[in-house]
């Protein structure tokens, strides 16, 4: 958000004096604006339509070299000239004082520091999230905070024992060398209720997120390729389901709990946006602040949008499947693998730095609506259960594998130029042996091939896999094992404490060195890039028009903006249902054009009005989205 900011020297003049003791006395002060700052004025009031301008005022103590006094209020352009009403309601304590001088400093790689700053009125871009946090105590997780209070937690009730968890007992601890999770260590935001007989904690798990309508939606969302293009190529759901196999062989061999691995496999992409990575880029552009809807758009960073956050925001709280609470309570063990099966990027709550980080953080606490944060474990990049790290690694070989196929299907790479760029990689000779051997095999065939490069391009996708997983399980053995020496106690604290199934850096550099051939051959082919360009246009276009005019926006959606609101405490004006002019005043507040008088309340709608477009576009297939689009911009 556009912030603009003073810089006076305490004590130096009557007038610097007189500003400070107006601001202690909560009175305004008259800021003659100097000619050297008035552009910084005009652009901070540029297509302004609230009336006002936030103004930080910094107040530099010469006997210690130092910015000691932070003020935070807002200004007001006195009527026909450039003159500044401005009146103070916040003095930083030390702790925020500290957080906000993080806001103004920049990158070690640039060494200009906040005391260095020469001009007195400036114009700075903070993100909102964490200056609301700062100004009127506004925490990140607001909705979150509301829902635990709405629902108390229950994650250490305890059950007799039935048949299910004796099931569990027998499978997965037949001796102590196991580090498998178990059923009767499962816990869930809401809390185990009705233990079923014959289902363990992680098959309810899996069977909720199968029956689940994101779950569903994944089966015409893209891969690499767009969904129109075959039926033969992989979408979200088929490379899901490739995941679950090469997860579930992995976990089968070493004797971890197959049911919690398939479940965190099965939900692990159930974030993903229409139109594969790109849909995603788009809508994290936007909700970081870094694209212009409108002209009357005010970009800021309302927390960015990330597809295995939304995983977990989806199976935690916007999937509706049962009366008494939001979500489908999934276990934490399957939550955690879902936002752990690809990098994240934690938001550090002791240090608010997000200017130093170019938006690129996540705070969980916009996302596990309903929970304990604590429970995933975010001290650790890596999942603390095995079952966990190992849908980390079988998505990272169906991709390869798959993407490899796909692109021979496609004719934008050959079986014989695949050879060729492998060969060139000394590491990768015992894959090349393996392949040329397959091929050898196929070119043998007594039988008549209706069509022989059909039938290599599907030998090929298996001996890849293959390769990987079999020289990985040898591994994995070994690291468990000497985990098991290392720590001990695992039934009594069923966490795992460090990385265990990972790529070496053997594994991890043929890995590379794979996707390094794919990314030349089929993520640089112009059908590839055409897909993405179109994709990018269509997801900032539908964001733009639900931006631009919220009445466009389903029902559904609306009343979850409403309800949001309303659970949070404020009134909102119902946009299907209210009066013309009245709604047209609230939009304009989602939009951050207009202010109603009560600041925390303007954020708060703004922050759930975007986030909610994210939701529902995020939410829609490849088809529904280009329908979408067509119902919006392409005249009958």
């Known amino acids: 958000m556009k912030v603009l900011t003073m810089k006076y020297v305490i004590g130096y003049s009557e007038a610097n004096i007189l500003m400070e003791a107006k601001f202690k006395n909560g009175e305004s002060f008259i800021y003659n604006t100097r000619d050297a700052e008035k552009e910084s004025v005009i652009k901070a009031f540029d297509d302004n339509r609230t009336g006002f301008v936030y103004i930080i005022a910094l107040g530099f103590d010469n006997k210690v070299k130092s910015i000691t006094n932070i003020w935070i209020g807002k200004a007001v352009q006195r009527e026909y000239t450039l003159k500044l009403d401005i009146k103070a309601f916040k003095l930083l304590d030390g702790e925020e004082n500290e957080c906000l001088r993080s806001l103004y400093e920049k990158p070690e790689r640039d060494s200009t520091k906040l005391e260095e700053i020469p001009s007195y009125l400036f114009i700075k871009e903070l993100p909102i999230v964490e200056f609301f946090h700062l100004a009127y105590k506004v925490p990140s997780g607001l909705i979150n905070e509301k829902l635990r209070k709405n629902y108390p937690c229950d994650i250490y009730s305890k059950h007799t024992e039935n048949t299910c968890y004796k099931y569990d007992a027998e499978q997965y601890s037949i001796n102590n060398q196991t580090l498998a999770q178990l059923s009767l260590y499962a816990k869930r935001p809401i809390g185990k209720k009705n233990p079923h007989e014959f289902r363990n904690e992680f098959q309810r798990d899996k069977e909720r997120i199968v029956h689940s309508k994101s779950f569903r939606r994944i089966v015409d969302k893209a891969q690499v390729y767009n969904t129109s293009k075959g039926d033969h190529y992989r979408k979200r759901l088929t490379h899901t389901l490739e995941v679950s196999q090469i997860a579930r062989t992995i976990a089968r061999q070493l004797k971890l709990h197959e049911d919690l691995t398939e479940a965190i ?372």
Do not use: W
Request: charged share 30%.
């Open 265 to 636: 496999a099965l939900g692990h992409d159930i974030g993903h946006t229409p139109f594969g990575h790109e849909g995603e880029r788009q809508l994290d552009l936007i909700l970081s602040g870094q694209i212009k809807l409108a002209e009357f758009h005010h970009p800021e960073n309302f927390g960015g949008f990330k597809h295995n956050y939304q995983g977990i925001r989806l199976a935690n709280y916007l999937e509706e499947k049962y009366v008494d609470y939001e979500g489908l309570d999934l276990t934490y063990q399957v939550l955690e693998g879902i936002l752990k099966h690809t990098k994240i990027k934690k938001h550090k709550k002791d240090e608010r730095n997000c200017s130093t980080c170019l938006n690129k953080c996540f705070d969980v606490s916009e996302f596990l609506m309903i929970g304990e944060s604590e429970l995933l474990y975010l001290d650790q990049d890596f999942c603390s259960t095995l079952e966990g790290q190992i849908v980390a690694v079988a998505d990272e070989i169906a991709q390869r594998g798959h993407d490899i196929d796909d692109g021979i299907a496609s004719g934008v790479l050959t079986i014989e130029e695949l050879v060729y760029e492998l060969k060139k990689i000394v590491e990768m000779e015992p894959l090349v042996k393996i392949i040329v051997k397959v091929l050898d095999r196929i070119n043998d065939a007594k039988r008549t091939l209706i069509d022989k490069k059909d039938l290599q391009r599907a030998e090929l996708t298996p001996v890849i896999l293959g390769f990987f997983i079999d020289r990985l399980l040898i591994k994995f053995n070994e690291r468990i094992s000497s985990y098991i020496e290392r720590y001990s106690g695992f039934k009594s604290d069923p966490v795992i404490k460090e990385e265990v199934i990972y790529f070496d850096a053997e594994e991890k550099f043929l890995i590379d060195e794979l996707e390094r051939i794919i990314n030349l051959r089929i993520i640089n082919s112009q059908e590839v890039n055409c897909f993405d360009g179109k994709s990018a246009y269509i997801v900032r276009k539908l964001f733009k028009a639900y931006y631009c005019n919220p009445r466009q926006l389903p029902d559904n959606v609306i009343n979850r903006i409403n309800r949001e609101i309303n659970l949070l405490g404020y009134s909102c004006i119902d946009i299907r249902k209210g009066d013309k002019n009245d709604v047209a005043n609230e939009m304009e507040i989602y939009q951050g054009i207009r202010s109603s008088g009560n600041d925390v309340s303007d954020y708060i709608k703004q922050k759930i009005f975007m986030r909610n477009i994210a939701d529902f576009i995020g939410g829609m297939t490849d088809e529904f989205a280009n329908e979408q689009f067509k119902k919006l911009y392409v005249p009958e």
